[in-house]
Structures are given as C-alpha cells and as structure tokens.
C-alpha cells in the first residue's frame, strides 16, 4: 500500500485525473483482474465457481482483487444470509459497459500471442 501523499500516489491520482486509457487500464489492470470480470461478463458466480474457473490464483489474490475491483464499482458482492454462507459476484453497470472493451482485448490477444 503506497502513501497518500507520496510523489508516486499524487502523479498516479493526476494522470488518471487527466487521461481517461490510464484510468481505465488502472481499473482493470493486472494479472487477474481481466479474467475475472471476463468471467462475470456471462452472469452471476459463487466465489467458489469464480475460484474454481481460474486457474493458479491463489485465495489471497482473488480475494484482493474482487476487493478492487467491488471498491472501483465495477462488480457487486451479494452475500445471502444462509448457513454455510453463500456470497455472489456480479458486474455493476459500470462493469457491463467495459464488455466490448474486454471482448475486443480478448480477441486481439487471442490474434497476436505466439
């Protein structure tokens, strides 16, 4: 976790102030962050379905993840009050509007990886 107001923090703030890609990549950047809400694109998952699709993330990193991406409104976290507890994902409608976008990343990938 960076500083609030160190150097690194404050630019970071500016150019995603300034440049609407850099926000956009900082919402759905990094490594797992796409395969996720590409999942979600197709519906409603259990944690554990969402878990389970992905290969190699660990625990830890799924769950700072959908941390990041619930706080930057782009999924929803539905917890029912069920014993064992069952919680929800799902994509807001702010995550369904990045639907073409992660189609066309998809398709470009799948296009230009060896």
Do not use: H
């Amino acid at each position: 976790m960076r500083k609030e107001n160190s150097t690194n923090t404050l630019n970071k703030q500016q150019i995603d102030k300034d440049c609407g890609m850099s926000y956009t990549l900082n919402a759905i950047g990094g490594r797992w962050k796409p395969a996720i809400m590409f999942r979600l694109t197709r519906g409603k998952l259990r944690y554990s379905e969402l878990r389970d699709s992905i290969p190699n993330v660990t625990e830890r990193m799924l769950v700072l993840q959908l941390r990041e991406l619930e706080k930057d409104g782009l999924i929803k976290r539905i917890v029912y009050a069920e014993v064992p507890p069952r919680v929800e994902y799902e994509l807001t409608a702010k995550g369904n509007s990045l639907r073409p976008i992660l189609r066309s990343l998809s398709d470009w990938g799948i296009k230009n990886r060896d």
